[in-house]
């Protein structure tokens, strides 16, 4: 019984801190949801049902809808490019060869990185006048003129989408390196043995055993990146006329640009329910797909 309390008295100080960094933000900030909350008027903080989430969706300057497409555009084509060539990565290093240490620091230094400071650099890169990737494009013949990368709608998502591929591709080869590792070269030689080819040995031998890592990182690396508005708001704020606003921008938009504490949360929460229903539905299938198999 002393014992189970010492061990009580010791996870005081972690459970005071997860409640007052992680709880209390997370239960003010539903709260601030519901409220009249604006730094130009804290004399009028006040609740107001649910008049921030209806002024949100029905507002006329920024288009909810459209923002909610863009966040869907952004996560999943930067999910898909992010794996892809972050399980490419993983395949080229599995194997050991010189240099291998030194090479895989440099890969995933990028990772370490402010994702602030990434967007500023890939700004300059995409700038439309004396960017670099113009220059380069110009000089190979595979353009004439310039493109505003950043100040056209139609290719400022596409050059947002590319610098977050460029910045979470590590993250994917980090966690698919690790799990390849771990898979045992016995079950390589007996599929050899068996006549498999390399194609086969992929589909029928390594993914299925880092199946639960697959699994895990695509989810983890779904909410970051429906809630990274770094890169977008270092290169764009959300424009040009909303083409790469996401849910995660607007939101800081509506904090640190017009003060709107109540909006701003409202919207946090609307991020929040979404993630919920995505990560219920997603565990769901992939839950069934192993039982299928």
């Known amino acids: 019984m002393k014992k189970n309390k010492w061990y009580i008295i010791m996870m005081i100080p972690a459970l005071l801190f997860i409640g007052i960094f992680i709880y209390y933000p997370l239960v003010k900030g539903v709260q601030m949801?519901?409220?009249?909350?604006?730094?130009?008027?804290?004399?009028?903080?006040?609740?107001?049902?649910l008049e921030n989430f209806k002024k949100i969706v029905t507002s006329t300057s920024v288009s909810f809808w459209q923002i909610l497409r863009n966040t869907f555009v952004w996560v999943f084509f930067s999910l898909i490019f992010?794996?892809?060539?972050g399980f490419l990565l993983a395949m080229m290093l599995r194997k050991p060869f010189r240099g291998r240490s030194i090479y895989c620091g440099f890969v995933f230094y990028t990772w370490a990185l402010c994702g602030f400071a990434i967007g500023l650099i890939w700004s300059w890169l995409f700038n439309g006048q004396?960017?670099?990737?113009?220059d380069l494009l110009m000089k190979v013949g595979l353009i004439?003129?310039?493109?505003g990368w950043l100040s056209e709608p139609g290719v400022a998502m596409v050059s947002v989408i590319i610098t977050n591929v460029w910045y979470g591709v590590p993250y994917f080869g980090i966690m698919l390196l690790a799990a390849l590792q771990s898979v045992p070269n016995e079950l390589y030689e007996a599929a050899t043995?068996?006549?498999?080819?390399?194609?086969?040995?992929?589909?029928?031998v390594t993914i299925p055993y880092i199946k639960p890592?697959?699994?895990?990182?695509?989810?983890?690396r779904t909410m970051w990146i429906v809630n990274f508005p770094d890169i977008i708001y270092a290169m764009t704020q959300g424009g040009p006329i909303n083409s790469t606003n996401i849910l995660a921008s607007h939101m800081v938009?509506?904090?640190f640009t017009e003060y709107d504490y109540g909006q701003g949360s409202a919207i946090g929460v609307i991020i929040m329910v979404i993630l919920?229903?995505?990560?219920?539905?997603?565990?769901k299938v992939m839950k069934s797909t192993e039982d299928d198999i």
């Not at 919920?276 to 565990?283: F, H, T, V």
């Open 213 to 220: 890592t697959i699994i895990s990182t695509v989810l983890l």
């Open 144 to 147: 004439k003129n310039n493109i």
């Open 130 to 134: 004396f960017g670099v990737i113009n």
């Open 82 to 85: 992010q794996f892809l060539l």
């Open 193 to 204: 043995i068996d006549g498999c080819t390399g194609i086969q040995q992929l589909f029928y």
């Open 33 to 49: 949801a519901f409220q009249n909350y604006n730094l130009f008027n804290l004399n009028d903080i006040h609740y107001i049902g």
């Open 276 to 283: 919920l229903l995505y990560s219920i539905i997603y565990l």
């Open 253 to 255: 938009t509506k904090v």
